[in-house]
């Protein structure tokens, strides 16, 4: 049994209140034109005679027929179940020709028409106080439906954003694992430097971006802090340009948003035997941030281990969910540069 919200008694209360103002009209009218109490509580017996059906019909649909037949496709049994209740409710005015024809056996022809017209249309507005009810509670329902939709394309939204920061997290590990301990190999010391630099970066990761929208200045030091550890790993014959210009130090964008560039930039982009180079740049201006990421690319094979590639499809979901139209994309190749470009309007 669903439990009675607020809402619920509400929408109850509305209603009641718009059936007591109809039945209330005419009896006031009476009693301001003729200011009789007497003919005022006469008005008021005869609104309530020839309107408690159509009430007990509207909210009878509105609550039980409409919710467990209409609504569940059982036309034919809410249609009897309403011809039963309109003929029960006005028992008294549809057999009434029975009752008059036995007392009063020689009425005229043209007085049975007007009763059965009258009957008719008695009927007829029962059956739209019955077509009313569902309408409203239809819209009600759709309106229901809607933010049920809504709530569970949140939901849904909601878990799939955290499904792919978790797997940033892993991944950008991953990498940096695998840039210390090649880093062992050459220098001891600065692969212990470098740990404890991971140690801070993971604190960041793991305790900073639980929430929707960080810093960009904390993720302009997370970003920093990456690269140099990054850089760790790199020869005489990579050059890395790293800038940032951010001028709204309140400004707050999604977490871990660029870091997914930043890593493919250096596993794509640094080569031990070749000239390579890295330019990474960030700016902010007027709630506009602009990140650019230019890299020679050095495509890997089937055997390197440095990641799996999914940094660049997480980024760009998490755009579309994130920032939806408020994102610009741009990604190219050209001469053996690798280029990529995000400018999003980030709420200020």
């Given at each position: 049994?669903?439990k009675?919200e607020?809402?619920?008694?509400?929408?109850?209360?509305?209603?009641?209140?718009?059936?007591?103002?109809?039945?209330?009209?005419f009896p006031?009218a009476?009693l301001?034109?003729?200011?009789n109490l007497?003919?005022?509580?006469t008005s008021?017996?005869?609104v309530?005679q020839?309107?408690?059906?159509p009430?007990?019909v509207?909210f009878v649909?509105?609550?039980?027929?409409g919710?467990?037949?209409?609504?569940?496709?059982?036309?034919?049994?809410f249609?009897?179940c309403?011809?039963l209740l309109?003929?029960?409710?006005?028992?008294?005015f549809?057999?009434?020709?029975f009752?008059?024809?036995e007392h009063v056996p020689?009425?005229?022809?043209?007085?049975w028409?007007g009763?059965?017209?009258g009957?008719?249309?008695?009927f007829?507005?029962n059956?739209v106080?019955?077509?009313?009810?569902?309408g409203?509670?239809?819209?009600?329902?759709?309106g229901?439906?809607k933010?049920q939709?809504?709530?569970?394309k949140?939901k849904?939204?909601e878990a799939e954003l955290?499904?792919?920061?978790n797997?940033?997290?892993p991944h950008f590990?991953?990498?940096?694992l695998?840039?210390?301990s090649s880093?062992?190999?050459?220098?001891?010391d600065?692969a212990?430097?470098?740990?404890?630099q991971?140690?801070d970066l993971?604190?960041y990761?793991m305790y900073e971006?639980n929430?929707?929208?960080?810093?960009?200045e904390?993720?302009v030091e997370?970003?920093k802090?990456?690269?140099?550890?990054?850089?760790?790993?790199c020869?005489?014959?990579?050059?890395?340009d790293?800038?940032?210009?951010?001028?709204?130090t309140?400004?707050?964008?999604?977490?871990?948003?660029?870091?997914?560039?930043?890593?493919?930039?250096f596993?794509?982009g640094?080569?031990?035997?070749?000239?390579?180079s890295i330019?990474?740049?960030?700016?902010e201006?007027d709630?506009e941030?602009?990140?650019l990421?230019?890299?020679t690319?050095f495509?890997k094979?089937?055997?390197?281990?440095?990641?799996s590639?999914?940094g660049l499809e997480?980024?760009?979901?998490?755009?579309d969910?994130?920032?939806?139209?408020r994102y610009?994309w741009?990604q190219s190749?050209?001469d053996?540069i690798?280029h990529i470009?995000?400018?999003?309007?980030?709420?200020?």
């Amino acid at each position: 049994m669903k439990k009675i919200e607020k809402k619920d008694l509400w929408l109850f209360l509305a209603q009641a209140g718009v059936w007591a103002l109809i039945m209330l009209v005419f009896p006031l009218a009476t009693l301001i034109s003729t200011r009789n109490l007497e003919t005022t509580s006469t008005s008021l017996l005869m609104v309530w005679q020839l309107l408690r059906g159509p009430l007990v019909v509207y909210f009878v649909n509105f609550y039980l027929l409409g919710p467990s037949l209409f609504f569940r496709n059982r036309y034919w049994l809410f249609a009897l179940c309403n011809l039963l209740l309109i003929t029960g409710m006005n028992y008294g005015f549809f057999f009434g020709y029975f009752m008059i024809k036995e007392h009063v056996p020689a009425m005229r022809g043209d007085a049975w028409i007007g009763f059965f017209s009258g009957a008719f249309m008695f009927f007829l507005l029962n059956t739209v106080m019955a077509a009313i009810a569902i309408g409203i509670r239809h819209f009600i329902r759709m309106g229901q439906l809607k933010q049920q939709l809504q709530n569970e394309k949140a939901k849904n939204t909601e878990a799939e954003l955290a499904w792919l920061k978790n797997q940033i997290n892993p991944h950008f590990l991953f990498n940096t694992l695998n840039n210390i301990s090649s880093l062992t190999q050459i220098d001891a010391d600065a692969a212990q430097d470098a740990i404890a630099q991971l140690s801070d970066l993971l604190r960041y990761a793991m305790y900073e971006t639980n929430k929707k929208t960080v810093p960009l200045e904390g993720e302009v030091e997370f970003m920093k802090n990456y690269i140099g550890l990054m850089k760790l790993r790199c020869n005489e014959k990579t050059t890395v340009d790293a800038r940032f210009s951010v001028l709204n130090t309140q400004l707050e964008v999604a977490p871990l948003l660029f870091i997914s560039l930043v890593e493919n930039a250096f596993k794509h982009g640094v080569s031990s035997s070749q000239p390579s180079s890295i330019v990474i740049n960030l700016q902010e201006h007027d709630g506009e941030v602009v990140f650019l990421c230019d890299n020679t690319n050095f495509p890997k094979d089937d055997k390197d281990r440095s990641g799996s590639g999914i940094g660049l499809e997480n980024t760009r979901r998490r755009l579309d969910l994130l920032y939806h139209d408020r994102y610009q994309w741009e990604q190219s190749l050209h001469d053996g540069i690798y280029h990529i470009q995000i400018k999003l309007e980030s709420k200020k």
